[in-house]
């Protein structure tokens, strides 16, 4: 299977020896850090120098001797595509042959590799392919023009006489040399400046679908994730965390554990009390016999409940303005009908398939990390904090990720941070991986905050839309983070985004923010705000719809008049689902819901069946997107299946719940997520565009929620303002 | 005392505490990395493998329980459900994060080779307890149809 070598495990080192004996070494010998420090760990030597030029013309692709095409993936591929997407874009440009292009991921460089809609690099905002698009494409464009000037040289013929096709350069005389047979001349010449991009007109790969890079090692075991990564000698550390957000250690009686066979080490870091032992068992009954006394003074005790009490109270009172348009209190209140709902969302767990993890080697002066990163910038610094040296001596292996949702982009850098502290408190450089168990994850904190959402809106005497009034009540994301400079007046755009620019058309908006602060640390979470904003405003705005006595998918259309892209996008979603055209049975429903999150529009209409015992099953969902250009068909619309299935698991079943501060959920059988007999139906549908690319991983999940939630209300007439459906019996 | 079992077809001595998961003897002892750690209590699927063919747990699994029997692991998988099977993974671009499919794959295997032609309801059964959190379910259902449907070709 490794003959093609876009099969081999991408960022497996055995899979990079693998590729380096299928072909040749030269394009294995190139200086990139990661490369090299990852040789360095492993067996110096093992792969033997040859004296093969290679052709490097920017950060993002190296060309061997060979004919192989290595394009660097500065973003993490944590399921979403990335890699596939990355090496297209590029490929494209490049006209390189498909069949050559392998994927690396890139080193912790931020000069090289931020994401430039960040300025750092780091994965997230649905952003991979927006912010590299333009990037890519001149970095395969510049690379393809010295290629044809270094044929041009040897062939002494003129460059604009020359084509490329496939990764074979050809002249009009016969003569033609692939890329690698150009490479040792390309070397010597300038890369231009400036390059002229394709007309899309002639995109081979772009728009076409592409199988992923990583599918068959995904499909037959040999991916390699950080779980999967190990060093000589390494040794596996479990880390217990206090019971309680906040709590610290009173004090430890470590004999036990140290009695358990295999156990190595028990070393206390500021995370708490971690057990070192040759391997994961060892470490788990080492961590199980544990003696811990915790100080929980300052730690969060209220349970979810109060929370929620405390958030409806401020929902009734003065907060921060998020958006004001015309009066909506007065409209409101001089209105003919006037509708009110209050939504309630749980704080929700990213519950990614790969329980946390990281492999940290630790010397003096230098910490290199293998990981499934996704935010190589901010865990450079903090891994540095924790290590006692400088962001510049660290390094970081970013491998594949299983699953993110959100998780492994944080502030804290959690996982890191608790795996570098170990291998500092164990002292001797011995690599360390730290693995976290299900039960860390689910108690794990940096979940999606809690909210309590209030709107009110007045339709005045012709049933047109006069006011609309939104609170939202919860903690801040981005306040007190690195990215606090995004908090402005109070507002974290983050906690607003998908209500305070509500697209309808209505006169008169306020949106206000109370912005909470209690003791659970919280954190993005797939489609972020609109995770819980879309919810609260299509719902509602479906409530507005029947109030006004006129169909909630007309109703929206009508107020869409200046947003044409969601409009196109909510037309499509209905036409497709049989909307107007095709009435569902009693017992059943249909509900619609539209949204827009990072520049990416989403329509999708539910069907659902209601059963006598008042459960919900969704058939099916028809999904309507408009990303701007569809870079890969296929990923765009697995993206949103998936979006489908993580968001409708969430909205159906998900809750993590505080009793006295205690999470009271463990695992997947109390933290229950979508299994494969939930799954609906899923159809999905793209809408054709030039405009540049925008994000696919996280909008799908948007709709979802409402659109079933409206859907329900069609089958029953009852409407479901507090999540998950579990609490009201609906699931 | 070691523990004796054929894995993937070779015989294999592991000297382990016998209470040991067999998910971690296989991972960490036996050095093969394709089962994978998702729950530890069952509840997930990332860790099937086969014991006389039937697919299980390995996490709850001890190692003691399986000596002297055969087991099964991704990277041992062979036979005709079994490439149908991996072949209708890669056709139908199944996997995201990929971190749930070998337990998916050892999973659906199993089911086709006990029942040649699954109905939806009989996936649903067989695959329920396997949890993909990118929510790949649908590409699943409609490879193993594929994979069936090549089966009987």
């Known amino acids: 299977m490794a003959a093609n070598p876009r099969d081999v495990p991408l960022t497996s080192r055995r899979g990079f020896l693998q590729a380096a004996g299928a072909a040749s070494a030269a394009a294995l010998t190139i200086g990139f850090e990661w490369r090299l420090s990852g040789r360095r760990a492993m067996a110096a030597g093992a792969i033997p120098a040859t004296g093969d030029t290679n052709f490097v013309p920017n950060a993002f692709v190296r060309i061997g001797g060979d004919d192989s095409v290595t394009i660097i993936a500065k973003h993490l591929e944590m399921g979403q595509g990335s890699y596939t997407g990355i090496a297209t874009v590029l490929a494209e440009e490049l006209d390189a042959n498909w069949a050559n292009v392998r994927v690396e991921s890139a080193p912790a460089d931020a000069k090289r590799y931020a994401n430039l809609a960040f300025g750092m690099q780091g994965t997230g905002g649905s952003s991979a392919m927006a912010n590299s698009w333009n990037q890519l494409r001149e970095a395969g464009a510049k690379a393809r023009a010295v290629l044809l000037a270094a044929a041009a040289q040897q062939w002494q013929v003129p460059v604009t006489d020359l084509r490329v096709e496939h990764g074979v350069i050809h002249s009009p005389d016969g003569r033609h040399a692939t890329f690698g047979a150009l490479v040792a001349t390309a070397a010597t010449l300038p890369v231009p400046e400036t390059v002229v991009l394709k007309d899309p007109a002639q995109f081979k790969l772009i728009g076409q679908t592409i199988p992923r890079v990583d599918a068959v090692a995904k499909s037959n075991g040999t991916a390699q994730f950080t779980i999967d990564f190990a060093l000589p000698g390494m040794l596996v550390a479990l880390l217990q965390r206090p019971p309680l957000f906040g709590a610290t250690v009173k004090s430890l009686d470590a004999s036990a554990a140290q009695a358990i066979p295999g156990v190595v080490q028990v070393v206390q870091v500021p995370a708490g009390v971690a057990v070192i032992a040759t391997g994961f068992w060892a470490a788990k009954r080492g961590r199980d016999a544990l003696q811990v006394q915790w100080d929980d003074t300052q730690a969060e005790k209220r349970s979810s409940a109060a929370i929620v009490a405390e958030y409806r109270d401020l929902a009734d009172r003065p907060a921060a303005s998020a958006r004001k348009d015309g009066d909506a209190l007065k409209a409101i209140a001089g209105a003919t009908k006037k509708i009110a709902a209050t939504y309630e969302f749980p704080y929700l767990a990213h519950a990614p398939m790969e329980p946390l993890d990281a492999v940290v080697k630790l010397s003096s002066d230098h910490c290199e990390i293998w990981a499934g990163d996704q935010f190589q910038t901010i865990d450079q610094a903090n891994a540095a904090r924790a290590a006692g040296l400088e962001p510049a001596q660290v390094s970081i292996h970013t491998l594949y990720a299983g699953g993110s949702f959100g998780r492994r982009a944080n502030f804290y850098s959690d996982y890191i941070v608790e795996a570098v502290s170990i291998a500092k408190a164990h002292g001797a450089g011995v690599p360390i991986k730290l693995q976290w168990t299900r039960e860390d994850d689910i108690h794990g904190g940096l979940y999606r905050p809690l909210y309590v959402h209030k709107l009110e809106a007045g339709l005045d005497e012709h049933g047109a839309l006069a006011g609309w009034r939104h609170v939202i009540v919860g903690q801040s994301i981005m306040g007190g983070t690195p990215f606090a400079a995004m908090v402005k007046n109070g507002i974290d755009p983050t906690s607003v985004e998908g209500a305070a620019n509500l697209p309808y058309a209505v006169p008169n908006v306020q949106v206000d923010l109370a912005t909470t602060k209690t003791g659970v640390p919280v954190l993005w979470w797939r489609v972020v705000g609109s995770s819980h904003t879309a919810f609260a405003v299509e719902s509602f705005m479906d409530e507005v719809a029947h109030a006004a006595g006129k169909d909630p998918y007309e109703f929206r259309r009508s107020l869409l008049e200046r947003e044409s892209r969601m409009r196109a996008v909510l037309d499509l979603a209905a036409e497709k689902s049989g909307w107007s055209t095709a009435p569902l049975p009693p017992g059943k429903g249909r509900g619609i819901a539209v949204a827009e999150a990072f520049n990416t529009y989403v329509a999708q209409v539910a069907e659902v069946t209601v059963g006598a015992d008042g459960k919900v099953r969704v058939d099916r969902v028809v999904c309507a997107v408009d990303c701007g250009t569809p870079i890969n068909p296929d990923i765009i619309t697995a993206q949103m299946e998936g979006g489908i299935g993580f968001g409708l698991g969430a909205i159906l079943y998900g809750e993590i719940s505080l009793q006295d501060g205690h999470v009271e959920q463990n695992n997947f059988d109390s933290y229950r997520v979508l299994r494969m007999n939930e799954m609906p139906k899923v159809e999905v549908h793209i809408v054709a565009s030039a405009l540049p690319p925008t994000g696919v991983g996280e909008p799908g999940v948007a709709p979802i929620g409402p659109a079933v939630a409206n859907a329900v209300f069609a089958a029953t007439g009852k409407r479901v303002q507090t999540l998950p459906f579990t609490k009201g019996g609906f699931a | ?153």
């Open chain 2, 1 to 153: 005392m070691p523990t004796s079992f054929v894995l993937n077809g070779k015989p294999t001595h592991l000297d382990a505490d016998p209470t040991m998961p067999l998910l971690w003897a296989v991972r960490e002892l036996a050095g093969l990395t394709g089962t994978k750690f998702g729950c530890g209590v069952a509840q997930c699927g990332a860790c099937t493998v086969h014991l006389e063919g039937q697919p299980i747990r390995s996490c709850v699994t001890p190692l003691a329980a399986v000596a002297g029997k055969h087991i099964t692991t991704i990277e041992g998988l062979h036979g005709k459900p079994a490439k149908a099977v991996q072949a209708a993974w890669v056709k139908l671009q199944v996997p995201q994060c990929g971190y749930c499919q070998s337990g998916q794959i050892m999973s659906a295997t199993a089911l086709l080779a006990k029942n040649a032609a699954p109905t939806d309801a009989d996936i649903d059964a067989a695959m329920s307890g396997n949890i993909c959190r990118c929510g790949t379910y649908g590409r699943i259902r409609a490879a193993i149809h594929a994979a069936a449907a090549t089966l009987e070709a």
